[in-house]
């Protein structure tokens, strides 16, 4: 929970939005804004769905690789499903307790063993306010890739040199996990590894991409699109939901390696 411990923090904040013609990360950083919610849709192959936020449609008519803008929500206790477009029969659902102000939420549409599953992320904005780093997390909702250490490097980077940005990322969790803040970083233009966990061997690398300052990005891996995709080993691409309200909330990084 975001703790305000003096009035002084908050005039201090004050007088920066004001000279800053306002802004919406100060405000999560100091919990005064509506928490705010989005979905994934990471199932290869499933149906288009809508998102259901306590009993009402929020979002509609997502496909695979769908990704939502970030929409406000009340605070309190929230159950969260997804339903096949048009219907209300949830094809899953989840709670999240206490949702509260200044925080991020994230709903995802995950693959299951047997059935379809549901991933719940609170991301709760600890950002400082003077900071204007990128902020980075992942979500891996890959069958057939169940266990990843992820780098995000310059070009040209020997990963055997260094350690993963994002470690031991295991099928159907998040790093760092759901009520942990995210990862920070410079902005600089970097490519995007994927290995197995524990090892150094690449199952995924990305094009060269431009991670700006104050970018909030989850990196969710999936298949790649197609029913089948998610039987074959190591058949993975990379879905970044971008934070913010835009045309674009989610671009796909696809796999540069030969073969795969």
Known sequence: MKLIRTVAALVSAASLLT????????????????????????????????FIVNGAALQTNIGYQGVT????????QTVVAYAATGTTTALAS???????????YTVLAVPGLTAPDIGLIDDPFDKGILSNSARVRAYNATVNAQNLDIYIVPQGTDINAVGPTLSAVSFKNAVPPSGQDSVYMNGGTYVLVATTANTKTIIFQSNPFSLSNNADWLLT??????VLSQLLPNQIDVLVAQGGNTAQPGVLLTNTLTGQ
């Open 19 to 50: 000279a800053c013609g306002g802004g919406s990360d100060a405000g999560k950083e100091l919990g005064l804004t509506n928490p705010e919610m989005r979905f994934v849709h990471a199932i290869a192959g499933g149906p288009t769905v809508d």
């Open 69 to 76: 803008n970030f929409a406000n929500v009340n605070t309190g």
């Open 94 to 104: 989840g709670t999240f307790p206490d949702v509260a102000k200044g925080h991020e």
């Open 221 to 226: 891996t999936v298949p790649v699109a197609g």
